[in-house]
């Protein structure tokens, strides 16, 4: 799977670790940064593996802050992108089979390296459902259509 990296300072050392993981598990990872500790914006990461995902360049995002709130939102903001924050596998799975989420953003500062690779795990292996869940979608998609 293509999947597109990235976070925000308070996200770097999990997005370090995320990223070996995948790529160990045989994805084909972009990371966008950031590449250090630094404080840094976070926006900026999100709109990169956003747009990345909207375009097809990606299948799927994944991107880490401290909370995960304010990449979620701030990825939301990308037509296309349906963003969520997961802390568990549970979450993470329903976002997918449900939500079609096609964008995960993960609490660097709540969650463990072990955590994070089995929300990421229960993420990536979901598939969407469809059926009564894509009429949802397409009313999600809409909204993006909507002007002001």
Known sequence: M????????????????????LVASGHQVTDVGTHAEESVDYPDY???????????DADLGVLVCGT??????????VPG???????????ARMARLHNDANVI????RYVSPERAEEVLGAFIGAVFEGGRHQRRIDKISALDEREG
Request: aromatic fraction near 4%.
């Open 2 to 21: 293509r999947i597109h990296l990235g976070a925000d300072h308070a996200g770097f050392q999990l997005k370090e670790h995320v990223r070996r993981w």
């Open 46 to 56: 999100a709109a990169l593996v956003g747009t990345a995902v909207a375009s097809g």
């Open 68 to 77: 995960g709130l304010g990449m979620a939102i701030a990825a939301n903001k």
């Open 81 to 91: 992108v349906r963003a969520v924050q997961a802390s568990d596998s549970e979450m």
């Open 105 to 108: 953003s993960l609490p660097g």
